[in-house]
């Protein structure tokens, strides 16, 4: 099992290696830029609406509350995936890195054993990347892995 994880860990490291050249050179980046545009707007909207509910109109608060729950949806899937790109992901190749040659490792962070919040840190990062994925796989099940591969 150690070998594995650690030939998992080396692989995952080298993918994402890849998929960080590959979103570089080919502009991709761009996608995950315009996600942080209006984004302050957004949750304000999403915000006033969960603490403002307006019952005057039935007909065109439920189709109100349909596009906002949509939109709240949309709005907490980007970050999500922003911070999984962003914040998980090279957050568990450092740790796994310091893991594997720990002699590498500080030996104090933070006031604490250096490999030890490491080996923390990659555990509890690994557990959310885990929920991720199979959050992940349950959607495909119920949405279609088409669908979810098309973004839609």
Not at 19 to 41: E, H, K, M, N, T
Not at 71 to 89: D, K, N, R
Request: overall charge positive.
């Amino acid at each position: 099992a150690d070998t594995l994880h650690q030939v998992a860990g080396i692989m995952f490291s080298i993918l994402f290696g890849m998929f960080l050249i590959a979103a570089s050179v080919s502009g991709y980046w761009r996608r995950y830029q315009r996600r942080w545009d209006g984004l302050g707007s957004r949750i304000q909207l999403h915000g006033a609406h969960l603490v403002n509910r307006d019952r005057s109109d039935a007909g065109r608060e439920m189709q109100s509350r349909v596009e906002l729950s949509r939109g709240l949806l949309l709005l907490v899937q980007q970050l999500l995936y922003i911070a999984s790109i962003v914040i998980l992901s090279p957050l568990l190749v450092i740790t796994g890195f310091a893991l594997l040659y720990p002699e590498l490792a500080p030996t104090k962070v933070a006031g604490l054993a250096g490999l030890w919040t490491f080996a923390l840190a990659h555990y509890w990062v690994g557990l959310v990347s885990v929920l991720f994925l199979l959050f992940h796989i349950y959607i495909a099940t119920i949405a279609g892995l088409r669908r979810m591969i098309r973004g839609r």
